[in-house]
Each structure stands twice: as C-alpha cells, then as structure tokens.
T-cell receptor, first 111, second 117 residues
Framework: GESVGLHLPTLSVQEGDNSIINCAYSNSASDYFIWYKQESGKGPQFIIDIRSNMDKRQGQRVTVLLNKTVKHLSLQIAATQPGDSAVYFCAEKLAGNKLTFGGGTRVLVKP | NAGVTQTPKFQVLKTGQSMTLQCAQDMNHNSMYWYRQDPGMGLRLIYYSASEGTTDKGEVPNGYNVSRLNKREFSLRLESAAPSQTSVYFC????????????????FGSGTRLTVV
C-alpha cells in the first residue's frame, strides 16, 4: 500500500473534463513557484513554473495562474486523462534555492 | 540516464539502529537536498547543501546528520532510528541560479521508503 497521501484532499474528475487544483502559498516575498506531479512510488516531477512578475503561464495542456494579492496559485489541466491521476504539489521559492512545498492534492480521473 | 539516484529503495530498521541513505546526482548540480514525506504533510526539508563543502539545517533536522562527500554525493544518516522517522525520504538536486529561466528547478530521486519498528 501507499504511505504517502492518505489524508490528502482529493479531486475526482471525469476523463476529458478540465481539472483545477488550488494552492495557497505563505510568503509574499516568494518570487518563483513550481507545480510538481507525483505518481505512486515515484519522486515529484516538474510540470510547470511561474515567476512572480507573471500572472499566467501556459504549457502543454496545463496552465498556471498566480494571484499575488491573495497569495493563491492554481493549476489547470485541460482534457484530463487517466495518466494525470497523481498527487500534485505546489512549491514556492524563498531565500536562496530552497523550496517549500504545499500539502498536495490527489487527482483521481474517472473513466 | 542522467538524474538523481537513491539507495536503498526500501529499508526496515529496529528502534535504535543506525543507517545511511545514499544519494548521487550526475547533472553537475551544485545544490542538493534531503526531504521527508509523510501522509498529508507534503515534503519537509531536513538538510540541504548549497555547494560542495557546505551543509545547512532545514525545517526538520533533529535526529539526522548529513555529509556532502563531493559534488555528486549527499548522504543522510540516522544515528539512532526512532519510529517517528518512518517516512519516505527524497533526495533532490538543483542548478545554481535556477529560477531565473523557466523549466529549471529540483530533480528528485525516486525515494527511500523507511520503516522503523
């Protein structure tokens, strides 16, 4: 069994629908943010990043939105696929090169 | 393949035993990190090394020691394991100056699942 993520908030989404994952960050001085995807039994993998001087950035099927006023970050996944089932973490960069991670959200894609 | 390699993948220890978790990266990164991941708590930084020869405490350093053996290798040692150290441990590395260009960030290993009984 999996020991990671047993108590995580879970987002269930129908295959083909769009997913929106939200994250509140803690430090108004953070200047860089990253979304990571973690599949069962694996380490986190980079998805997309955004700098604090931007409010939106798009990648392949993913979009990150940054609202610095309310310290909120979101990840939108378009046309969610079964392979998108995973735990998603946001991370903020504080002083130096250190990242601080959020608690994560589990995404379950229903066929 | 280039990346971060962690050994072992699984380990069971008895309370009071010691062990060292190994981590090596072949990307010529300056910075390396050790995180632990517990259910519902995300990843928490244990120790990090900004460059060869330097190490610093993170958020949860108690009960651990680290060694930056060379630029490639960063090990994590549990001197006297406790059940509270049951967790999944991840090592990561990053380039100096990352964050200035998109697509940079941490590269993670696949983790060590440690159980202390």
């Amino acid at each position: 069994g999996e020991s990671v993520g047993l108590h995580l908030p879970t987002l269930s989404v129908q295959e083909g629908d769009n997913s929106i994952i939200n994250c509140a960050y803690s430090n108004s001085a953070s200047d860089y943010f990253i979304w990571y995807k973690q599949e069962s039994g694996k380490g986190p993998q980079f998805i997309i990043d955004i700098r604090s001087n931007m409010d939106k950035r798009q990648g392949q099927r993913v979009t990150v939105l940054l609202n610095k006023t309310v310290k909120h970050l979101s990840l939108q996944i378009a046309a969610t696929q079964p392979g998108d089932s995973a735990v998603y973490f946001c991370a903020e960069k504080l002083a130096g090169n250190k990242l601080t991670f959020g608690g994560g959200t589990r995404v379950l894609v229903k066929p | 393949n280039a990346g971060v390699t962690q050994t072992p993948k699984f380990q069971v220890l008895k309370t009071g035993q010691s062990m060292t978790l190994q981590c090596a990266q072949d990307m010529n990164h300056n910075s390396m990190y050790w995180y632990r991941q517990d259910p519902g708590m995300g990843l928490r930084l244990i120790y990090y090394s900004a460059s060869e020869g330097t190490t610093d405490k993170g958020e949860v350093p108690n009960g651990y020691n680290v060694s930056r053996l060379n630029k490639r290798e960063f090990s994590l040692r549990l001197e006297s394991a406790a059940p509270s150290q049951t967790s999944v441990y991840f090592c990561a590395s990053s380039e100096e100056g990352w964050g200035l260009l998109s697509g940079y960030g941490y590269t993670f290993g696949s983790g060590t699942r440690l159980t202390v009984v």
